[in-house]
């Protein structure tokens, strides 16, 4: 009863509904074909619910040793004295600020693990300032999906588009919505995924 009641008030399903509900009496539409769209309306539901489910579900923050067994897999090495003494690390940690690197805070760790894992489970889906396509844009460098494009078949096209809608958004001449240090790290992602595009040949 209760996912009924969540599937009636969704509002891309009530759009569906109807559509399929308002055919023409005359139409020629096939069981078959009503079967394809009710599974596509199924599909759509099920989609929305899981979005909703974890939109309100908190995940659960990654403990301090799981954060170290990430890095310390991602670098090849066993512990954090291997990790420090690593030329691989040493070079990715090169530009970062390595006095405010403190090995004995959670807070270094989350920050290796957004840099080189991915997104922190209590960190998805996120809300407020500086957040798009539920990422905070100025914690993650992930411009791909904060473009909401996939990087491995999107052309250049695409992220100009893309970008363009955002820019609209944020660029500091609208006064309703213009961010301009949001807008200045959509511009450096934006440009920085064209060379990339560019170098690919796509």
Same mark, same amino acid.
Request: include cysteine.
């Given at each position: 009863?209760?996912?009924?009641?969540?599937?009636?008030?969704?509002?891309?399903?009530?759009?569906?509904?109807?559509?399929?509900?308002?055919?023409?009496?005359?139409?020629?539409?096939?069981?078959?074909?009503?079967?394809?769209?009710?599974?596509?309306?199924?599909?759509?539901?099920?989609?929305?619910?899981?979005?909703?489910?974890?939109?309100?579900?908190?995940?659960?923050?990654?403990?301090?040793?799981?954060?170290?067994?990430?890095?310390?897999?991602? $670098?090849?090495?066993?512990?954090?004295?291997?990790?420090?003494?690593?030329?691989? $690390?040493?070079?990715?940690?090169?530009?970062?600020?390595?006095?405010?690197?403190?090995?004995?805070?959670?807070?270094?760790?989350?920050?290796?693990? %957004?840099?080189?894992?991915?997104?922190?489970?209590?960190?998805?889906?996120?809300?407020?300032?500086?957040?798009?396509?539920?990422?905070?844009? $100025?914690?993650?460098? %992930?411009?791909?999906?904060?473009?909401?494009?996939?990087?491995?078949?999107?052309?250049?096209?695409?992220?100009?588009?893309?970008?363009?809608?955002?820019?609209?958004?944020?660029?500091?001449?609208?006064?309703?919505?213009?961010? %301009?240090?949001?807008?200045?790290?959509?511009?450096?992602?934006?440009?920085?995924?064209?060379?990339?595009?560019?170098?690919?040949?796509?």
């Amino acid at each position: 009863m209760k996912i009924m009641a969540t599937i009636i008030n969704l509002p891309q399903v009530e759009g569906e509904i109807n559509r399929i509900s308002h055919l023409p009496k005359g139409s020629s539409i096939t069981p078959e074909k009503l079967r394809e769209e009710l599974e596509k309306l199924v599909n759509l539901t099920i989609k929305e619910v899981n979005r909703q489910k974890n939109l309100s579900t908190p995940q659960k923050s990654l403990t301090l040793p799981q954060l170290k067994e990430a890095i310390y897999k991602h $670098f090849k090495v066993k512990n954090t004295d291997e990790l420090r003494k690593s030329d691989r $690390f040493d070079m990715a940690i090169d530009g970062m600020d390595k006095l405010k690197l403190n090995f004995s805070k959670k807070e270094t760790w989350k920050i290796f693990y %957004r840099k080189w894992i991915g997104i922190l489970p209590e960190e998805q889906n996120q809300e407020g300032y500086g957040c798009i396509n539920g990422i905070d844009i $100025f914690k993650y460098n %992930r411009p791909w999906q904060i473009f909401g494009l996939d990087g491995k078949t999107a052309t250049k096209e695409d992220l100009k588009k893309a970008y363009r809608q955002l820019s609209k958004i944020y660029h500091p001449d609208n006064q309703e919505t213009g961010d %301009r240090k949001i807008f200045e790290r959509l511009e450096k992602m934006s440009n920085s995924l064209i060379m990339g595009i560019s170098q690919n040949g796509r």
